[in-house]
């Protein structure tokens, strides 16, 4: 009821409360602004084509809304960082087939998809099986000009492409694992031979057929320059070698409004923002507003890109990252810091345990959500930046177990909307938000209060880069 009745629920949610002595002020969070914020959002994409995705109008027109309600009730340090990108754009529907020994015609999406970043052409040869072709000797022996026929596993998609096209491939095609279907991964940036995604059944097929099958591989795509944009907005107080980011990221994808992904993170963020400006910290907080999170944390990373090149990478003691927190069918995730790499584990499981204090006190169910790359804290743990955050749920089917803990649908997705045309006004849970927004709010006034932030990070400076921790994801795509 809660995900239609937008304001009548926002106006029954109960009252939840901080630990006794701790996080002054977080009665002040207020769901209903929160939904203001959202319903604004709405209005913006409701004007441009139904979407508020980077480099548009209406991520455009989100930006102004931001920066607009800093200016008229924050005093913070305001900037918009500009950056651009280039995407790999599909012109046509790729096509797939095979012409000999036998001649079958693949069907998009349940045989194969194309690849991000797939290079443009149409190109008939010889199909090479080539294992797992993460090694230039895997190759050896190649013949230069015929399609590669790689397995899926052990190394980035991008590098199995890079090391067939070295070797002379004409195409590229990486069947997945036993059982599972075609899938679209990224490579990282444009290739220039056509790269798809296989089923496992259809990669089997072709590996176990004599003699090897000749294929057609067509892909119809260009490069686009895209423009777009960070928010970031800065507090005048606290230390500037003590420095608290709180991120979200502010477009959504193409296909709609993107209100709970991640209009629910970036709304909640705004009015944290709203309210912190009364709060009198000992530690500076940079609040930030991503681009180009759905093209593969493109904002994040160019933020993370450019403090590194000025040094105030050394500045930043922890990242706090909010993306989808008002799941129409949630739980309540609070990101794993105990699979942070080791020299930032320290301060990434305080985070946690402050989250799980507020949610233990105030009774309410939770459980731990690995870090996958999946959004935006990514490039912060990959420089040696403890992180931490909260998330309810994206396409992954809740169980019936999870049901038992967190109510809702079992067998059905967290978000049934995600990625979709119907993430709209209608798609938040506003007792979830409430909920979620409120620890948002009590581990930032936390963390804000420490006297000893790096301390508590378990550390007296970052270390530089952090161990690899070989993410599946980069953001919403596979990239492994």
């Known amino acids: 009821a809660c995900a239609v009745l937008l304001v009548a629920c926002a106006l029954a949610v109960a009252a939840q409360l901080a630990p006794p002595g701790r996080a002054d002020g977080i009665e002040l969070f207020d769901v209903n ?19 508020r ?52 015609t693949y069907q998009e999406f349940s045989d194969f998809r194309l690849m991000s970043g797939s290079g443009s052409g149409d190109v008939t040869a010889e199909t090479t099986h080539q294992g797992l072709g993460c090694d230039s000797s895997d190759f050896s022996g190649f013949t230069s000009g015929n399609i590669a026929l790689v397995e899926r596993g052990d190394c980035d998609f991008a590098v199995k ?107 909640c963020n705004l009015e944290m923002a709203r309210q912190f400006m009364s709060v009198n910290s000992p530690n500076k907080v940079r609040f930030c507003w991503w681009g180009a999170e759905e093209e593969g944390l493109l904002g994040s990373t160019y933020y993370v890109d450019s403090v590194l090149q000025s040094g105030d990478i050394d500045n930043i003691v922890l990242n706090l990252n909010y993306d989808m927190i008002g799941s129409p069918n949630y739980f309540r995730g609070i990101y794993d810091g105990a699979g942070a790499s080791i020299d930032i584990r320290a301060g990434s499981v305080a985070i946690s345990q402050l989250y799980q204090e507020y949610f233990n006190f105030n009774e309410l169910a939770w459980a731990l959500t690995p870090f996958d790359g999946r959004s935006d804290y990514g490039p912060f743990i990959a420089n040696g930046v403890p992180a931490g955050g909260l998330f309810t749920g994206a396409e992954v089917v809740k169980t019936p177990e999870e049901r038992m803990v967190f109510g809702g649908l079992a067998n059905a997705s967290y978000d049934t909307c995600y ?45 530089g ?16």
């Open 465 to 480: 880069a952090a161990e690899p921790m070989n993410f599946p994801y980069r953001g919403n795509d596979l990239v492994r």
């Open 33 to 51: 602004a929160v939904i203001g914020h959202l319903e604004a959002l709405q209005t913006i994409a409701s004007a441009n084509s139904d979407n």
């Open 161 to 267: 492409v890079s090391n067939a096209v070295a070797a002379g491939a004409t195409g590229v095609l990486i069947y997945n694992y036993e059982g599972e279907g075609a899938f679209s991964g990224t490579l990282g940036s444009a290739v220039t031979v056509p790269s798809f995604g296989i089923s496992n059944s259809v990669g089997r097929t072709l590996v176990d057929s004599s003699p090897s099958p000749t294929v057609r591989m067509y892909a119809n795509t260009e490069v686009q320059t895209v423009y777009t944009s960070n928010v970031i907005a800065e507090t005048p107080g606290g230390a500037s070698d003590s420095i608290i980011v709180v991120g979200s990221h502010l477009d959504s994808v193409p296909e709609g409004p993107g209100i709970n992904d991640n209009g629910s993170g970036s709304a």
């Open 53 to 104: 995705a980077a480099g548009t109008s209406g991520y455009n027109s989100t930006v102004d809304y931001v920066v607009a309600t800093l200016q008229k009730e924050t005093n913070y340090t305001i900037s918009v960082q500009p950056f651009s990108f280039d995407k790999v754009v599909e012109l046509a529907s790729p096509e797939f087939e095979q012409v000999s020994p036998e001649s079958v």
């Open 419 to 463: 990625h979709q045309h119907c993430d709209s006004i209608y798609n938040i849970d506003t007792v979830c938000l409430d909920e979620m927004g409120k620890a948002c709010y009590f581990v930032l006034l936390e963390l804000a209060a420490n006297n000893d932030l790096r301390g508590l990070m378990g550390g007296s400076a970052r270390t």
